[in-house]
Protein backbone atom coordinates (compact mmCIF):
# COMPACT_ATOMS: atom_id res chain seq x y z
CA UNK A 1 0.00 0.00 0.00
CA UNK A 2 1.60 3.43 -1.16
CA UNK A 3 1.37 6.41 1.55
CA UNK A 4 1.84 9.77 1.14
CA UNK A 5 3.83 12.56 3.29
CA UNK A 6 2.51 15.80 3.13
CA UNK A 7 5.10 18.43 4.15
CA UNK A 8 4.88 22.15 4.56
CA UNK A 9 4.49 24.06 1.52
CA UNK A 10 6.54 27.27 0.86
CA UNK A 11 3.82 29.09 1.36
CA UNK A 12 2.74 27.81 5.05
CA UNK A 13 6.04 28.16 5.97
CA UNK A 14 6.47 31.58 5.42
CA UNK A 15 2.67 32.63 6.79
CA UNK A 16 3.92 30.24 10.13
CA UNK A 17 7.19 32.46 10.09
CA UNK A 18 5.21 35.74 9.91
CA UNK A 19 3.10 34.93 12.98
CA UNK A 20 5.76 34.50 14.99
CA UNK A 21 7.57 37.40 14.16
CA UNK A 22 4.45 39.66 14.91
CA UNK A 23 3.90 37.32 18.03
CA UNK A 24 7.78 38.26 18.67
CA UNK A 25 7.21 41.87 18.04
CA UNK A 26 4.32 42.33 19.84
CA UNK A 27 5.45 40.29 22.54
CA UNK A 28 9.07 41.60 23.23
CA UNK A 29 8.48 45.18 24.02
CA UNK A 30 5.77 44.06 26.82
CA UNK A 31 8.22 41.90 28.50
CA UNK A 32 10.99 44.53 28.19
CA UNK A 33 8.17 46.51 30.11
CA UNK A 34 8.03 43.97 32.53
CA UNK A 35 11.11 43.35 33.28
CA UNK A 36 12.04 47.30 33.67
CA UNK A 37 9.08 47.63 35.47
CA UNK A 38 10.75 44.88 38.40
CA UNK A 39 14.59 46.67 38.03
CA UNK A 40 12.48 49.88 38.93
CA UNK A 41 10.54 48.38 41.56
CA UNK A 42 14.32 46.89 43.10
CA UNK A 43 15.71 50.59 42.38
CA UNK A 44 12.90 52.33 44.64
CA UNK A 45 13.30 49.85 47.29
CA UNK A 46 17.00 50.11 47.09
CA UNK A 47 17.06 53.95 47.75
CA UNK A 48 14.53 53.33 50.54
CA UNK A 49 16.34 51.08 52.31
CA UNK A 50 19.48 53.49 51.53
CA UNK A 51 16.69 56.22 53.22
CA UNK A 52 16.33 54.05 56.27
CA UNK A 53 20.14 53.70 56.67
CA UNK A 54 20.37 57.95 56.53
CA UNK A 55 17.85 58.30 59.48
CA UNK A 56 19.19 55.76 61.90
CA UNK A 57 22.68 57.14 61.78
CA UNK A 58 21.32 60.21 62.14
CA UNK A 59 19.04 59.12 64.77
CA UNK A 60 23.08 58.14 66.67
CA UNK A 61 24.69 60.99 65.55
CA UNK A 62 22.46 63.52 65.79
CA UNK A 63 23.74 65.01 61.88
CA UNK A 64 23.69 63.61 58.76
CA UNK A 65 26.89 61.94 57.25
CA UNK A 66 29.74 63.99 56.26
CA UNK A 67 29.47 64.12 51.92
CA UNK A 68 33.68 63.56 52.39
CA UNK A 69 35.96 63.88 54.42
CA UNK A 70 39.22 66.24 53.06
CA UNK A 71 42.43 66.30 55.30
CA UNK A 72 44.37 68.53 53.05
CA UNK A 73 44.76 70.37 49.39
CA UNK A 74 41.49 70.76 47.06
CA UNK A 75 38.35 69.16 48.46
CA UNK A 76 37.10 69.23 45.18
CA UNK A 77 39.30 67.35 43.72
CA UNK A 78 39.07 63.23 43.91
CA UNK A 79 42.71 63.59 42.59
CA UNK A 80 44.37 64.85 45.62
CA UNK A 81 45.70 61.83 47.70
CA UNK A 82 44.18 62.91 51.25
CA UNK A 83 40.95 61.78 51.25
CA UNK A 84 38.97 60.07 53.59
CA UNK A 85 35.64 58.23 53.50
CA UNK A 86 32.78 59.93 51.86
CA UNK A 87 28.90 59.22 53.08
CA UNK A 88 28.36 55.69 51.58
CA UNK A 89 31.01 54.02 53.52
CA UNK A 90 30.08 55.73 56.51
CA UNK A 91 26.78 54.09 56.18
CA UNK A 92 28.05 50.60 55.80
CA UNK A 93 27.08 49.43 59.12
CA UNK A 94 23.80 50.61 58.70
CA UNK A 95 23.20 48.18 55.71
CA UNK A 96 24.41 45.19 57.06
CA UNK A 97 28.14 45.85 55.78
CA UNK A 98 29.87 45.65 59.09
CA UNK A 99 32.59 43.99 58.33
CA UNK A 100 33.35 45.62 55.35
CA UNK A 101 33.51 48.95 57.58
CA UNK A 102 35.49 47.77 60.09
CA UNK A 103 37.76 46.97 57.62
CA UNK A 104 38.13 50.52 55.97
CA UNK A 105 41.43 52.25 57.49
CA UNK A 106 40.09 55.71 57.70
CA UNK A 107 43.70 57.30 58.67
CA UNK A 108 44.75 56.48 54.95
CA UNK A 109 43.05 58.14 51.87
CA UNK A 110 40.25 55.96 50.35
CA UNK A 111 42.10 55.43 46.84
CA UNK A 112 44.45 53.05 49.25
CA UNK A 113 41.31 50.86 51.02
CA UNK A 114 40.74 47.46 49.27
CA UNK A 115 36.93 48.23 50.60
CA UNK A 116 35.91 50.60 47.24
CA UNK A 117 36.26 47.73 45.05
CA UNK A 118 33.34 46.12 46.97
CA UNK A 119 30.56 45.21 44.75
CA UNK A 120 27.45 45.66 46.81
CA UNK A 121 24.30 45.29 45.62
CA UNK A 122 22.31 47.93 47.47
CA UNK A 123 24.51 50.89 45.73
CA UNK A 124 23.29 49.56 42.23
CA UNK A 125 20.45 50.09 40.20
CA UNK A 126 19.76 46.82 38.29
CA UNK A 127 18.30 49.52 35.10
CA UNK A 128 21.97 50.44 34.82
CA UNK A 129 24.06 47.56 33.23
CA UNK A 130 27.12 50.15 33.53
CA UNK A 131 27.10 49.71 37.71
CA UNK A 132 27.62 46.00 37.21
CA UNK A 133 31.83 45.30 36.96
CA UNK A 134 33.23 48.43 34.80
CA UNK A 135 35.88 49.36 37.45
CA UNK A 136 36.73 52.87 37.25
CA UNK A 137 40.69 52.90 37.14
CA UNK A 138 41.27 56.95 37.93
CA UNK A 139 42.68 58.57 40.89
CA UNK A 140 44.03 54.82 41.97
CA UNK A 141 41.81 52.29 40.36
CA UNK A 142 39.47 49.75 40.94
CA UNK A 143 36.52 51.77 42.01
CA UNK A 144 33.49 49.60 42.24
CA UNK A 145 30.36 51.62 40.87
CA UNK A 146 27.03 52.49 42.23
CA UNK A 147 23.85 54.92 41.12
CA UNK A 148 23.27 56.83 44.14
CA UNK A 149 24.54 60.40 45.17
CA UNK A 150 23.99 62.88 47.96
CA UNK A 151 22.52 65.84 47.53
CA UNK A 152 25.22 68.55 48.12
CA UNK A 153 23.91 71.24 46.37
CA UNK A 154 21.74 72.78 43.42
CA UNK A 155 23.47 76.39 43.59
CA UNK A 156 27.16 75.57 43.75
CA UNK A 157 29.92 74.48 41.85
CA UNK A 158 31.63 72.59 44.51
CA UNK A 159 31.33 69.54 46.82
CA UNK A 160 30.73 71.53 49.89
CA UNK A 161 26.98 72.54 50.87
CA UNK A 162 28.18 74.98 53.22
CA UNK A 163 28.14 78.60 51.69
CA UNK A 164 28.45 82.72 52.73
CA UNK A 165 25.80 84.38 53.89
CA UNK A 166 22.26 83.94 52.97
CA UNK A 167 23.36 81.68 50.14
CA UNK A 168 24.01 78.59 52.95
CA UNK A 169 20.35 78.27 53.21
CA UNK A 170 20.48 76.67 49.25
CA UNK A 171 22.76 73.64 50.06
CA UNK A 172 21.81 69.97 50.33
CA UNK A 173 22.38 67.22 53.28
CA UNK A 174 26.05 67.51 53.25
CA UNK A 175 29.24 68.97 52.30
CA UNK A 176 33.14 68.29 52.35
CA UNK A 177 34.27 68.34 55.95
CA UNK A 178 30.43 69.89 56.54
CA UNK A 179 27.40 68.10 58.19
CA UNK A 180 23.95 68.82 58.08
CA UNK A 181 20.76 67.76 60.97
CA UNK A 182 17.45 67.69 60.40
CA UNK A 183 16.74 70.76 61.88
CA UNK A 184 18.39 72.42 59.45
CA UNK A 185 16.26 71.38 56.56
CA UNK A 186 13.80 74.64 57.30
CA UNK A 187 11.90 73.43 54.08
CA UNK A 188 10.94 70.34 55.94
CA UNK A 189 12.41 66.71 54.97
CA UNK A 190 9.14 65.49 53.17
CA UNK A 191 10.37 68.53 50.73
CA UNK A 192 14.32 68.36 50.32
CA UNK A 193 16.06 65.42 48.42
CA UNK A 194 18.37 63.89 50.23
CA UNK A 195 19.97 61.46 47.22
CA UNK A 196 19.16 61.75 43.54
CA UNK A 197 19.96 58.68 41.21
CA UNK A 198 23.56 58.73 39.06
CA UNK A 199 24.37 56.68 35.96
CA UNK A 200 27.64 54.60 36.25
CA UNK A 201 30.49 55.98 34.16
CA UNK A 202 30.65 54.84 30.30
CA UNK A 203 34.18 53.74 30.53
CA UNK A 204 37.23 52.22 32.77
CA UNK A 205 37.73 56.63 32.88
CA UNK A 206 34.62 58.01 33.62
CA UNK A 207 34.28 58.72 37.23
CA UNK A 208 30.92 58.90 37.68
CA UNK A 209 29.36 56.46 39.89
CA UNK A 210 32.06 54.74 41.86
CA UNK A 211 30.50 54.34 45.04
CA UNK A 212 33.63 55.15 47.26
CA UNK A 213 35.43 57.47 45.56
CA UNK A 214 35.51 60.80 47.47
CA UNK A 215 34.13 63.74 45.78
CA UNK A 216 31.14 64.45 43.30
CA UNK A 217 30.93 60.73 41.80
CA UNK A 218 28.66 60.07 44.88
CA UNK A 219 26.94 63.31 44.39
CA UNK A 220 25.33 65.83 42.46
CA UNK A 221 25.84 69.77 42.69
CA UNK A 222 25.16 72.71 40.48
CA UNK A 223 21.84 71.85 39.00
CA UNK A 224 21.19 74.47 36.62
CA UNK A 225 21.59 75.57 32.81
CA UNK A 226 22.77 72.46 30.50
CA UNK A 227 22.64 70.51 34.21
CA UNK A 228 19.25 72.37 35.07
CA UNK A 229 16.71 69.14 35.23
CA UNK A 230 17.10 65.21 35.82
CA UNK A 231 18.77 63.15 32.65
CA UNK A 232 20.35 66.54 31.38
CA UNK A 233 21.40 65.81 27.81
CA UNK A 234 23.74 68.88 26.92
CA UNK A 235 27.32 67.76 25.80
CA UNK A 236 28.83 69.56 28.85
CA UNK A 237 25.95 69.09 31.05
CA UNK A 238 28.68 67.55 33.71
CA UNK A 239 31.84 68.96 34.90
CA UNK A 240 34.02 66.48 36.07
CA UNK A 241 38.45 65.46 36.23
CA UNK A 242 39.69 63.57 33.33
CA UNK A 243 36.83 64.35 31.48
CA UNK A 244 38.70 64.48 27.96
CA UNK A 245 40.81 61.12 28.75
CA UNK A 246 37.83 59.69 29.38
CA UNK A 247 36.27 59.51 24.91
CA UNK A 248 32.47 58.46 25.51
CA UNK A 249 32.11 60.12 28.87
CA UNK A 250 31.45 63.16 26.90
CA UNK A 251 29.07 61.52 24.74
CA UNK A 252 26.13 63.58 25.08
CA UNK A 253 23.75 61.75 22.96
CA UNK A 254 23.92 58.95 25.94
CA UNK A 255 22.92 61.59 27.97
CA UNK A 256 26.58 61.55 29.79
CA UNK A 257 27.67 64.42 28.17
CA UNK A 258 30.78 66.25 30.03
CA UNK A 259 33.35 69.60 30.78
CA UNK A 260 36.73 69.03 31.34
CA UNK A 261 37.57 70.47 34.59
CA UNK A 262 40.20 70.48 36.85
CA UNK A 263 38.42 69.62 39.95
CA UNK A 264 34.58 68.04 40.31
CA UNK A 265 32.23 70.13 39.93
CA UNK A 266 28.90 69.71 38.22
CA UNK A 267 27.37 66.78 38.44
CA UNK A 268 23.83 65.68 37.39
CA UNK A 269 20.87 63.28 38.59
CA UNK A 270 20.82 60.77 35.88
CA UNK A 271 18.94 57.06 35.34
CA UNK A 272 18.32 54.48 32.68
CA UNK A 273 14.79 54.46 33.50
CA UNK A 274 12.29 56.03 30.93
CA UNK A 275 11.44 59.75 31.31
CA UNK A 276 12.80 61.12 34.84
CA UNK A 277 15.12 59.84 38.05
CA UNK A 278 13.62 58.47 41.49
CA UNK A 279 15.08 60.61 44.34
CA UNK A 280 14.95 59.76 47.91
CA UNK A 281 13.78 62.82 50.32
CA UNK A 282 15.23 63.46 53.77
CA UNK A 283 11.89 61.88 55.52
CA UNK A 284 12.57 58.53 53.83
CA UNK A 285 10.14 58.90 51.02
CA UNK A 286 11.23 57.72 47.41
CA UNK A 287 9.28 59.91 44.64
CA UNK A 288 9.95 59.39 41.02
CA UNK A 289 10.28 63.41 39.00
CA UNK A 290 9.86 63.52 35.18
CA UNK A 291 12.59 64.72 32.75
CA UNK A 292 10.15 68.06 32.05
CA UNK A 293 9.90 69.05 35.87
CA UNK A 294 9.63 72.61 35.78
CA UNK A 295 13.33 73.96 36.40
CA UNK A 296 14.28 77.66 36.42
CA UNK A 297 17.56 78.32 37.79
CA UNK A 298 20.29 79.78 35.30
CA UNK A 299 23.39 81.89 35.46
CA UNK A 300 22.55 83.49 38.22
CA UNK A 301 23.04 79.96 39.86
CA UNK A 302 19.79 80.27 42.09
CA UNK A 303 21.00 83.70 43.88
CA UNK A 304 18.32 85.44 42.35
CA UNK A 305 14.67 85.16 42.23
CA UNK A 306 12.35 81.71 42.19
CA UNK A 307 13.49 79.09 41.81
CA UNK A 308 12.07 76.29 39.87
CA UNK A 309 10.32 73.05 41.25
CA UNK A 310 13.70 70.98 40.36
CA UNK A 311 16.35 73.13 41.99
CA UNK A 312 13.60 74.45 45.12
CA UNK A 313 13.60 70.36 46.03
CA UNK A 314 17.18 70.33 46.37
CA UNK A 315 17.49 73.11 48.69
CA UNK A 316 17.06 72.83 52.65
CA UNK A 317 16.31 76.27 53.38
CA UNK A 318 15.02 78.34 50.40
CA UNK A 319 11.96 78.94 52.01
CA UNK A 320 9.80 77.00 48.59
CA UNK A 321 7.50 73.86 49.71
CA UNK A 322 6.92 72.52 46.50
CA UNK A 323 4.10 69.94 46.16
CA UNK A 324 3.18 67.80 43.14
CA UNK A 325 6.28 66.84 41.83
Known amino acids: ?20 AVLLAVLLPAMQAVREAARKTTCR ?8 ALLNYHSDHRKFPRFVVSRSGNPQRIADEDKGPNWLVSLLPYIEQGNLY ?5 RIPANQNPGRSAEISLYKCPSDSGSIGNFCEYAGGEWARGNYGMNVSPCSFNSSSRTDGARSRLGGIGGANYTVRMAHLKDGSSHTVAVDELRAGLNSKDLRGSWAMPGLSAGTAALFGDAGRPNAPGGNSDDMENCEAAGLAGDGSKGMGCFDSKSTAQMAARSSHPGGVHVLMADGAVR ?14 CGNGPLGVWQAIHTRAGGEHVDGF
Open 102 to 106: DDWDR
Open 1 to 20: MNTSRRGFTLVELLVVIGII
Open 288 to 301: FVSNDVESKAEKDK
Open 45 to 52: SNLRQIGI
